[in-house]
């Protein structure tokens, strides 16, 4: 199977924003590389880990699309949501799968989040790190490896929470990396939701993967039953955040734990006002440009 990559150059200060807009759009992976390389060849690939925030001047954002998408529309609608792209920026190519998975085998390596919680490539051997809690990944076509600062920041959070015996939903499972890891954590239970099927495809391969799919439930929107959830995880966009925020309010039993991410720098007042209305000690907390919210439901 093919895909098509959309491939422009930005200033490294309007990468959040360019990235943003490409997943706004749907690209089913985003890859960073330096635009100051002498060769393609020769650029090194690049996602910002726990704490990195890059070191090039420029940027080249690879984005991947389904082969028969609209270029024309995409790059019309890309220029609407960032109106300093010019469409002589704009290059399109297509790529076989193993082009953009061996990439993202080469570079994923195994980090750390937290205390105890790690992310490791399904093909590389864990070590024996005493109390560490392991979950082993490939995402697939979906997002999240744990590598963008708006997954590091929900791991973290998660590390952090007494999670022994609760019900957890991650909302915008992607590849299943939040949901798995509350349930590595001491989750009784998880509750996966994304309106992709090949993001539930991805997260029931790294349930199955981690040996955890008897606790772990996959459901499209439509289908996302009504409960009273202990914790609530979503790292999405800021567009679904607030218009999902009641929904959200339902799912939580009193005094249950929420975290948001997906937020960028500049647009958590509008959430922090939006979710007040349901959630108290709301708190945000910011990453190369990228926000996380997290609070308690009234």
């Not at 995402?139 to 920041?153: N, Q, R, V, Y």
């Not at 090949?198 to 349930?207: E, F, M």
Request: hydrophobic share 45%; charged share 20%; aromatic share 8%.
């Amino acid at each position: 199977m093919h895909w098509l990559e959309l491939s422009l150059t930005s200033p490294a200060a309007q990468q959040a924003s360019v990235e943003a807009a490409l997943e706004d759009l749907g690209a089913l992976s985003i890859t960073l590389a330096d635009a100051d390389a002498d060769t393609p060849d020769e650029r090194a690939i690049f996602e910002p880990g726990v704490g990195e925030t890059p070191l090039w001047n420029a940027v080249v954002l690879q984005a991947l699309f389904a082969v028969d998408v609209d270029r024309a529309g995409l790059v019309h609608a890309l220029a609407d949501l960032v109106p300093s792209i010019e469409p002589s920026q704009i290059a399109f190519r297509e790529v076989a799968d193993q082009d953009w998975t061996r990439a993202w085998l080469d570079t994923f390596k195994p980090m750390q989040f937290g205390r105890r919680l790690w992310i490791y490539p399904w093909n590389v051997e864990a070590s024996d790190n005493g109390d560490a809690i392991i979950v082993r990944l490939d995402p697939g076509l979906a997002f999240g490896s744990g590598t963008h600062p708006t997954t590091a920041l929900c791991l973290e959070w998660l590390d952090g929470c007494d999670l022994a015996g609760k019900t957890v939903v991650d909302y915008g499972c992607g590849s299943g990396i939040l949901a798995i890891a509350a349930l590595k954590l001491g989750a009784a239970r998880a509750i996966g939701v994304d309106n992709d099927e090949q993001a539930i495809s991805a997260s029931r391969d790294n349930a199955q993967r981690n040996a955890v799919s008897d606790k772990l439930d996959l459901y499209l929107p439509l289908h996302f039953p009504q409960i009273q959830s202990d914790v609530l995880v979503a790292n999405i966009l800021v567009g679904p955040l607030a218009e999902l925020a009641p929904l959200f309010a339902r799912s939580l039993r009193s005094g249950g734990a929420l975290a948001l991410s997906g937020i960028l720098d500049g647009q958590q007042d509008e959430m922090l006002a939006r979710y007040a209305e349901w959630f108290d000690s709301l708190h945000a907390t910011r990453r190369n440009g990228w926000i996380r919210i997290d609070g308690a439901r009234r």
